[in-house]
């Protein structure tokens, strides 16, 4: 196997100190501005020092090797991997988007299944309903619950009104 794992191991330590620091910034709750003079006091230079090593350790490898390439891609993508520092507002990866948009993919598995394509549109647009209600921190159980029985009494040109982003719960 294609394989560097010393370099590989040296690459992925210095990662982790770049995730400890967004952890910190994270357990402190710091604002946006305080944590991107965390992320120039103590992640710029972590990067910095790293890049380094990438060319370095870029020029005494084979290029097309696996580490070779992946040196390579990362070198190429410098400024937009380490674009983060300069803004607190900014995440260190794309894993909060792809959590958010993993349920669309998984549904979209299983609208395949669904019976028939209105089944699929059906679970389609409960999906969407779910989702619009995580956003805005409703109870999906109280909000179905509640608009399933309002809505046959409800005036067809204010439905807008009982959708999640909308709704406001009933007082008990």
């Known amino acids: 196997m294609d394989n560097d794992k010393e370099r590989a191991s040296y690459v992925l330590t210095e990662m982790q100190k770049l995730y400890a620091i967004e952890q910190c910034g994270?357990?402190?709750?710091?604002?946006?501005?305080?944590?991107?003079a965390l992320r120039e006091q103590q992640a710029v230079p972590i990067l910095e020092n790293?890049?380094?090593?990438?060319?370095?350790?870029?020029?005494?490898?084979v290029p097309q090797s696996t580490i070779g390439k992946a040196l390579s891609y990362s070198l190429q993508r410098w400024d937009k991997l380490s674009r983060y520092t300069?803004?607190?507002?900014?995440?260190?990866?794309?894993n909060l988007v792809e959590n958010a948009i993993r349920p669309v993919a998984i549904g979209r598995k299983n609208y395949l299944f669904a019976g028939s394509h209105d089944g699929a549109r059906r679970a389609a647009m409960l999906y969407s309903f779910m989702g619009t209600c995580k956003i805005n921190k409703v109870n999906p159980f109280e909000w179905l619950r509640d608009i399933l029985i309002r809505i046959p009494n409800h005036p067809v040109n204010k439905l807008e009104e009982l959708l999640p982003n909308n709704w406001v719960k009933p007082v008990s």
């Open 86 to 94: 300069t803004d607190g507002r900014l995440q260190i990866d794309n």
């Open 26 to 36: 994270r357990v402190q709750s710091l604002s946006a501005e305080e944590l991107q």
């Open 50 to 61: 790293l890049k380094a090593w990438m060319m370095d350790a870029y020029s005494r490898v």
